[in-house]
């Protein structure tokens, strides 16, 4: 346990390097958009200086979120098991999953790296930096991080253990299992299943396990290209290449920059005085307590964009006044749970950046056209919950305020129109052409540090406190986009792509078939594993076949983030749900809580429908 203490420091003073990093991120692109548009004073070598510090982030980032449990794993199950038995997943993901994809990246990596120290490799762009197998050895030094981390895991799991032996029967028995699938390898022998099934199937029983996504998806991919003839490991030695890519790539930087935005904002009590103001300001109207939950969850949305923080905050702000005044707990907690996913659709929603990075498309545009979608929810859930209150008045009864409505109009306009103003910079700015999602994203973060201030909560550990979560987040999410990029070429090596795409253009042959099968397919998974898992690994064997059929692909892109937005609801595994669960604790069971957002599903289901029915609504905006 001392040995594990001290590589955990290690991984400790990575993380708050890289929460100091995702700062100065951030200011310099503010300052550098800044300089660019009011004085036209621009820098090549400061534009790669802001993505150096964003590899930085996320890479340095990876040992520090495994260090604190925040790579995902689906916990359908896992939450069941008892003490030895997480103990033991979590020994297994290290030795069996995480450490030898981590090995073999790394030997890559290193490749990679020496041959551009070699070559003295400089930026192609005229004023760029020099040397730049930096950033490359960067790339080698987290997966030795991250390795070094996966060993404190082992043993501090280790530690834990109450009946060892149990786990070292489960050792033996993979010992033995790699013996047998050696010797079939050895012999030749042909699979008895397609490997495509086989390597799918394999991830989902190691998913619902509770083994973490990311590690799941890169151990699994080397676990296939060990045993496939036509795959070999050379196939995985592009993948640090392949990862440097992701590196490189400006869009995603608005990943890191938009979620320490919104964790700012998240501590600066904005929804705690918009959901006050605002159930005020409706409370006289029936069922005007659930209708001001889903305005303030639609801000929240625009501003956030954490479906996770929304619907804790909201659980712990509005529902005890809900439950207080009478409302039903179903109308409660459904209303709660449905406004506090709307962060998936509306933007800057981290899902379609995601998406325009996987289907190479502009986030400008998704952005747009998810502005209708986005609106057509929250008219339908507003619409839903009036009619409600107006069959059932005694389940959602109008409060009676004693304050002059002028009063509590002003107190409203007052809590609304800072975070309004916020809204309108970033997102105009990005439909304007004028920023791109990245300099909006960081003039932003500028943003709400300012309305921290102005709520005057502003204070270093509420920026360390954003800071150091955004650098988990952003790990957790890079981390499963290596391994889902792992994944998926060995899938592709596999013939899966291929398989998938004759199946759909010559099986299926009809592009309203395709449509209703991908849909019915995103869906299904959704009820089992998170939107990020689905859009690293679906979404890039759809793209190729959303082309042959000659389907909008920012329409498309739509749908499915509509479609992601409804699996944070799904009972019983929806992580809305959990959200709402356990900040609820026993206010409201969780029967209450899964019929309450039954009708919100339909409702989502029903948008969705009209967007498919009427896909130039998404056009409003502009193309």
């Given at each position: 346990?001392?040995?594990?203490?001290?590589?955990?420091?290690?991984?400790?003073?990575?993380?708050?390097?890289?929460?100091?990093?995702?700062?100065?991120?951030?200011?310099?692109?503010?300052?550098?958009?800044?300089?660019?548009?009011?004085?036209?004073?621009?820098?090549?070598?400061?534009?790669?200086?802001?993505?150096?510090?964003?590899?930085?982030?996320?890479?340095?980032?990876?040992?520090?979120?495994?260090?604190?449990?925040?790579?995902?794993?689906?916990?359908?199950?896992?939450?069941?098991?008892?003490?030895?038995?997480?103990?033991?997943?979590?020994?297994?993901?290290?030795?069996?999953?995480?450490?030898?994809?981590?090995?073999?990246?790394?030997?890559?990596?290193?490749?990679?790296?020496?041959?551009?120290?070699?070559?003295?490799?400089?930026?192609?762009?005229?004023?760029?930096?020099?040397?730049?197998?930096?950033?490359?050895?960067?790339?080698?030094?987290?997966?030795?991080?991250?390795?070094?981390?996966?060993?404190?895991?082992?043993?501090?799991?280790?530690?834990?253990?109450?009946?060892?032996?149990?786990?070292?029967?489960?050792?033996?028995?993979?010992?033995?299992?790699?013996?047998?699938?050696?010797?079939?390898?050895?012999?030749?022998?042909?699979?008895?299943?397609?490997?495509?099934?086989?390597?799918?199937?394999?991830?989902?029983?190691?998913?619902?396990?509770?083994?973490?996504?990311?590690?799941?998806?890169?151990?699994?991919?080397?676990?296939?290209?060990?045993?496939?003839?036509?795959?070999?490991?050379?196939?995985?030695?592009?993948?640090?290449?392949?990862?440097?890519?992701?590196?490189?790539?400006?869009?995603?930087?608005?990943?890191?920059?938009?979620?320490?935005?919104?964790?700012?904002?998240?501590?600066?009590?904005?929804?705690?005085?918009?959901?006050?103001?605002?159930?005020?300001?409706?409370?006289?109207?029936?069922?005007?307590?659930?209708?001001?939950?889903?305005?303030?969850?639609?801000?929240?949305?625009?501003?956030?964009?954490?479906?996770?923080?929304?619907?804790?905050?909201?659980?712990?702000?509005?529902?005890?006044?809900?439950?207080?005044?009478?409302?039903?707990?179903?109308?409660?907690?459904?209303?709660?749970?449905?406004?506090?996913?709307?962060?998936?659709?509306?933007?800057?929603?981290?899902?379609?950046?995601?998406?325009?990075?996987?289907?190479?498309?502009?986030?400008?545009?998704?952005?747009?056209?998810?502005?209708?979608?986005?609106?057509?929810?929250?008219?339908?859930?507003?619409?839903?919950?009036?009619?409600?209150?107006?069959?059932?008045?005694?389940?959602?009864?109008?409060?009676?305020?004693?304050?002059?409505?002028?009063?509590?109009?002003?107190?409203?306009?007052?809590?609304?129109?800072?975070?309004?103003?916020?809204?309108?910079?970033?997102?105009?700015?990005?439909?304007?052409g004028i920023a791109s999602p990245t300099e909006s994203a960081a003039v932003g973060v500028v943003g709400a540090m300012a309305l921290a201030a102005y709520n005057r909560v502003f204070s270093f550990s509420l920026l360390r406190y954003a800071a150091v979560e955004t650098v988990k987040l952003t790990a957790m999410i890079f981390m499963i986009l290596i391994g889902a990029t792992a994944f998926s070429l060995v899938f592709n090596e596999l013939g899966g792509g291929d398989m998938a795409l004759q199946f759909f253009t010559g099986d299926v042959g009809s592009k309203?078939?395709?449509?209703?099968?991908?849909?019915?397919?995103?869906?299904?998974?959704?009820?089992?594993?998170?939107?990020?898992?689905?859009?690293?690994?679906?979404?890039?064997?759809?793209?190729?076949?959303?082309?042959?059929?000659?389907?909008?692909?920012?329409?498309?892109?739509?749908?499915?983030?509509?479609?992601?937005?409804?699996?944070?609801?799904?009972?019983?595994?929806?992580?809305?749900?959990?959200?709402?669960?356990?900040?609820?604790?026993?206010?409201?069971?969780?029967?209450?809580?899964?019929?309450?957002?039954?009708?919100?599903?339909?409702?989502?289901?029903?948008?969705?429908?009209?967007?498919?029915?009427?896909?130039?609504?998404?056009?409003?905006?502009?193309?």
């Open positions: 346990m001392k040995l594990s203490y001290y590589l955990d420091r290690i991984s400790k003073y990575a993380g708050l390097l890289a929460a100091v990093l995702v700062t100065l991120l951030a200011l310099l692109v503010a300052y550098d958009a800044m300089m660019r548009y009011l004085f036209s004073a621009g820098s090549i070598a400061l534009q790669e200086v802001e993505w150096h510090l964003y590899d930085a982030v996320f890479l340095l980032g990876l040992s520090y979120a495994l260090k604190h449990g925040k790579h995902v794993r689906v916990d359908i199950f896992f939450d069941r098991y008892g003490h030895d038995a997480k103990h033991i997943i979590q020994i297994l993901s290290m030795l069996l999953l995480l450490l030898p994809f981590a090995a073999l990246f790394t030997f890559d990596a290193y490749d990679m790296a020496l041959q551009s120290y070699l070559q003295h490799e400089v930026s192609p762009d005229p004023g760029g930096l020099g040397a730049r197998w930096v950033i490359k050895s960067v790339l080698v030094l987290s997966f030795v991080l991250l390795m070094v981390q996966a060993l404190s895991e082992v043993l501090k799991a280790y530690h834990q253990l109450e009946h060892k032996k149990m786990l070292w029967r489960i050792l033996g028995i993979v010992v033995l299992l790699g013996i047998l699938v050696y010797m079939a390898w050895y012999n030749r022998m042909a699979f008895w299943v397609d490997p495509v099934f086989l390597m799918f199937a394999m991830a989902l029983v190691l998913l619902l396990a509770g083994f973490q996504v990311a590690f799941v998806f890169g151990g699994t991919a080397l676990f296939f290209a060990l045993i496939s003839d036509e795959v070999g490991l050379h196939v995985l030695e592009m993948l640090p290449y392949r990862t440097y890519g992701i590196m490189g790539n400006i869009t995603l930087m608005a990943v890191p920059l938009f979620i320490f935005m919104g964790l700012i904002l998240e501590k600066s009590k904005m929804a705690e005085e918009l959901l006050h103001s605002m159930g005020q300001l409706f409370g006289s109207v029936r069922g005007g307590l659930a209708v001001s939950v889903v305005l303030v969850g639609a801000i929240l949305a625009a501003s956030t964009g954490i479906v996770g923080a929304s619907v804790v905050m909201m659980s712990l702000i509005a529902l005890p006044l809900m439950l207080k005044q009478g409302y039903a707990p179903t109308l409660a907690s459904g209303s709660i749970a449905a406004s506090g996913t709307l962060g998936q659709l509306i933007p800057p929603s981290i899902v379609l950046i995601v998406l325009g990075d996987q289907m190479h498309l502009s986030v400008g545009d998704l952005f747009k056209a998810a502005v209708v979608p986005g609106v057509l929810l929250i008219v339908l859930y507003i619409l839903y919950i009036l009619l409600f209150a107006w069959l059932r008045p005694n389940a959602a009864p109008a409060i009676v305020s004693d304050k002059p409505y002028s009063v509590v109009l002003r107190s409203a306009l007052k809590a609304i129109i800072p975070p309004l103003l916020l809204i309108g910079a970033v997102l105009g700015s990005i439909f304007a309203w078939a395709f449509i209703f099968i991908a849909m019915a397919v995103i869906f299904a998974l959704g009820f089992f594993i998170d939107f990020i898992e689905i859009a690293f690994v679906v979404v890039p064997i759809l793209v190729p076949i959303v082309a042959s059929f000659g389907i909008d692909p920012v329409w498309f892109a739509i749908l499915i983030a509509m479609n992601l937005q409804a699996s944070f609801l799904t009972p019983p595994f929806g992580f809305a749900l959990f959200y709402l669960k356990g900040a609820a604790g026993d206010r409201v069971s969780t029967a209450d809580i899964y019929k309450g957002v039954v009708p919100f599903i339909g409702l989502q289901v029903l948008a969705l429908l009209i967007i498919v029915l009427f896909p130039d609504l998404i056009h409003l905006f502009g193309r």
